[in-house]
Structures are given as structure tokens and as C-alpha cells.
């Protein structure tokens, strides 16, 4: 449910919602969590400012404790019901935050998170209802931290987040006036749900999933496994023959050694990692034909990458065959279909503990999509390296 925003610069949080008292500098941020600075829009003494607040509320009177997350959102239809954010709405302490977009996440059949970027179709940036509080630690510091307002979801979002019924309280351009000045009930008039036709969505890669990392590839759209749509703007398709991507080497070392390698985490990471190219930071498989696996790196510049799929052949320890889906996207006309294709592990033992590995990367719909996967040769040469020190 909401958990990630990605919150404008200050010059784009401006051009949407102007304060008189304008905020201070903050850059633009793809990947905030609940206890981030954020800013936001409130009234102040009759005009209009902008400041930073802590995301997850703490309510007054209390103790400041900015461990505390269990007040990041409030529903529409608890506001007066919630003793800890009564106050807050009798008072009026409304307030306002720009938000470029924001994440919802899927869970699969087979388990996982799947995350989705959404935004709305016409407004780069968009307000959010809140509602803040200011609150004191026993050393008298002072602190404000704010809630983000939900309302019913949409059928977007429910198609998405199957275990979720809430959305946030997306404001009109037109109504932020009302929001922040207006009484009780024009304010509580403000509470929809925001219609689906204004909104789209993509599946995004996993790396949102840690704080770690934060820039534009966050919300880059990667391959959707379910839709294999004709590629768009004129790429050509290869016929069957020249589809194919075929590479062998010879190993010192037995084919179950070699087959363990291919499919356990740790061993993935470790030698995907070891020539330094990239950074492994995560790998995940489920064994089984029809299990997925994906794998998160950094590579050259700390740029985040990641590849999924599915497993198709599991014959320990003779063959193994997935589905091959990276996150990287080059030409925005071309169908993230064009990047889906299958990758064929064959190992067949030569005798004297020697194993002849036989890799095929197959199906790809487009000259272009074959032409990105010309590192294999490297790979495997990590492969065998790892293999035969660990014989």
C-alpha cells in the first residue's frame, strides 16, 4: 500500500503547488520510505509555506520517537474516530505533498513482490492530502512529522496490489486552496478516490525494495513476462535460424559441480561477482519449472541492473533452461517484449573430470535485443574460473 514516493525537486514541487514562504533546497528523490524528510505545503499564520516534516506522524501529546512508523497514512474514514489523528483534524493541520509518482507492489503466485510504478497521465507532479503534527521530545526537542491521507483505491490499483483497498488522497490542482484553508467539511469533501482513467502504471525492478539505491532507473520499466506484443518502431524480427546466441567452453570439473553453480544463490553471486564487473547484491530462485529467479547488480558507475524469468527445463545435472528478461530498455519505442528470450544450459561430461558446457540464448524478437547480449563469452569464462577452483 503506498509504501514508496518519489518526490519532485524543489523547482518541480513549485511549479505545481507555489507558497508564499517557498521550502529550501531538496533535489529530487526516487525512492522515499516511511521516516524520510519530505516536503510540504501548509498554512502558516495566514499565508502559506513550505516546509520539511518527517513521514510517519507522531501524535500530541507524546513522546517524540522517530523509531515509529505505525502512523505513516491515516484513511479518510478514520479521521475523526482515530484518537491519534483527532487533533491533528480539529485543528485543521492540513497540509500538502508533491509527489512525482509512487510504487504499489503485486505479490505473484510463486511469492514475490512485484513492484509498479504509478503516475497520473497529465500532471507531472500532484499533490497529496496529510496532516501533520508537532511534537516534543523529553529534552524539549521539536519535530514535525505528517500522515499521508488514503481514500478508497481504484480499480488500478486493486488490479495491482491484491491485498490492499486503499490509495492516496490525490488532491485537484484546483482544490489545494480548500485543503489547506477551508473548514472541516469542505476539507472532508476533498476525500475521493482518484479516477483510474487519469492514472497509468509498468512494473518496475526490484531495486525500490532497497534504500540504497535512488535515481531515474528506479521507475525505468522492465520486460512484462505476460506480454509478448510485436515490437514497435520498424525493429526486425531474425528467422528461427540466425535467432540463436551459441557459446561452448570445457571445464575441469564435474557436471554437478558445474550445475550447482549455475543455481545456487550464493555460488551465482560469488562468481558473477569475482572478475569485479559487477556487484552482486541479490539472487533469488525457485527450483522448479515454472519457478521464477531473478538477480540485482551493480555494474560500472554503481548503476543498478537486474534480470528475471522463469524456469522452463530442470534435468540435474544435464541441462538447465530459463527465461532471460533484463531491466535495461534503450529504445522507449521498442516493446520491453523485445527483450524476452531463453537462455539453454547443456553440460555433458567429456570423462578425465572434464565437462563440455553448450550455452544457447534463443527466441529473441529482434535483431536489436540479440545485439545487447554479446557478453556471454565473458560470463562463462567466470563460470569456468569459479567451476574449477571449487572442484
Same mark, same amino acid.
Given at each position: ?119 497520473? =497521465? $497529465?500532471? #507531472?507532479? !500532484?499533490?497529496?492530502?496529510? &496532516?501533520?503534527? @508537532?511534537?516534543?521530545? %523529553? ?68 531495486? =525500490? $525494495?532497497? #534504500?540504497? !539505491?535512488?535515481?531515474?532507473? &528506479?521507475?525505468? @520499466?522492465?520486460?512484462? %513476462? ?81 534480470? @528475471? ?83
Amino acid at each position: 500500500m503506498n509504501e514508496r514516493l518519489v518526490i519532485p525537486d524543489r523547482a518541480g514541487a513549485e511549479r505545481e503547488l507555489a507558497v508564499a514562504r517557498p521550502w529550501r533546497e531538496f533535489p529530487v528523490s526516487f525512492n522515499v520510505a516511511v521516516s524520510h524528510i519530505i516536503p510540504v505545503a501548509r498554512i502558516h499564520e495566514r499565508e502559506s509555506e513550505g516546509v520539511m516534516m518527517r513521514w510517519g506522524l507522531v501524535p500530541q501529546p507524546g513522546k517524540l520517537d522517530l523509531t515509529h512508523d505505525s502512523y505513516a497514512r491515516v484513511r479518510s474514514d478514520a479521521l475523526v474516530s482515530s484518537e491519534n489523528f483527532r487533533g491533528a483534524w480539529f485543528h485543521g493541520q492540513r497540509g500538502i505533498v508533491p509527489v512525482a509518482g509512487f510504487y504499489v507492489w503485486q505479490r505473484t503466485p510463486s511469492g514475490f513482490r512485484q513492484p509498479y510504478y504509478v503516475r497520473l =497521465v $497529465n500532471r #507531472l507532479v !500532484f499533490g497529496v492530502a496529510v &496532516l501533520w503534527e @508537532r511534537s516534543a521530545s %523529553d529534552d524539549d526537542d521539536v519535530a514535525e512529522s505528517c500522515a499521508v491521507v488514503t481514500v478508497p483505491a481504484n480499480s488500478l490499483l486493486t488490479e495491482i496490489d491484491n491485498t490492499g483497498d486503499q490509495m492516496l488522497a490525490i488532491l485537484r490542482h484546483k482544490d489545494y486552496d480548500t485543503w489547506l484553508g477551508s473548514s472541516i467539511a469542505d476539507a472532508k469533501g476533498l476525500l475521493d478516490t482518484y479516477p483510474r482513467a487519469c492514472m497509468v502504471s509498468h512494473p518496475v525492478g526490484p531495486y =525500490v $525494495n532497497n #534504500l540504497e !539505491f535512488d535515481d531515474p532507473r &528506479l521507475i525505468q @520499466r522492465i520486460p512484462d %513476462d505476460t506480454n509478448r506484443d510485436v515490437p514497435r518502431g520498424g525493429t526486425a524480427e531474425l528467422p528461427p535460424a540466425a535467432n540463436a546466441i551459441v557459446e561452448e567452453i570445457t571445464v575441469k570439473a564435474g557436471a554437478e559441480r558445474i550445475f550447482v553453480a549455475l543455481t545456487d544463490p550464493q555460488q551465482v553471486s560469488r562468481w558473477w561477482s569475482a572478475a569485479g564487473r559487477f556487484e552482486v547484491s541479490q539472487v533469488e530462485m525457485d527450483l522448479r519449472p515454472g519457478g521464477r529467479w531473478q538477480m540485482l547488480w551493480s555494474g560500472v558507475g554503481g548503476w543498478p541492473s537486474s534480470v @528475471r524469468g522463469v524456469f522452463r527445463e530442470i534435468n540435474r545435472p544435464r541441462a538447465l533452461a530459463f527465461t532471460w528478461l533484463p531491466s535495461w530498455v534503450d529504445d522507449p519505442l521498442e516493446s520491453s517484449a523485445a527483450q524476452s528470450s531463453v537462455v539453454r544450459f547443456e553440460l555433458q561430461e567429456q570423462g578425465g573430470g572434464v565437462t563440455r558446457v553448450r550455452l544457447t540464448h534463443s527466441e529473441f524478437t529482434s535483431a536489436r535485443a540479440r545485439a545487447r547480449h554479446h557478453g556471454w563469452p565473458e560470463i562463462l569464462s567466470w563460470l569456468r574460473v569459479y567451476a574449477e577452483e571449487h572442484a
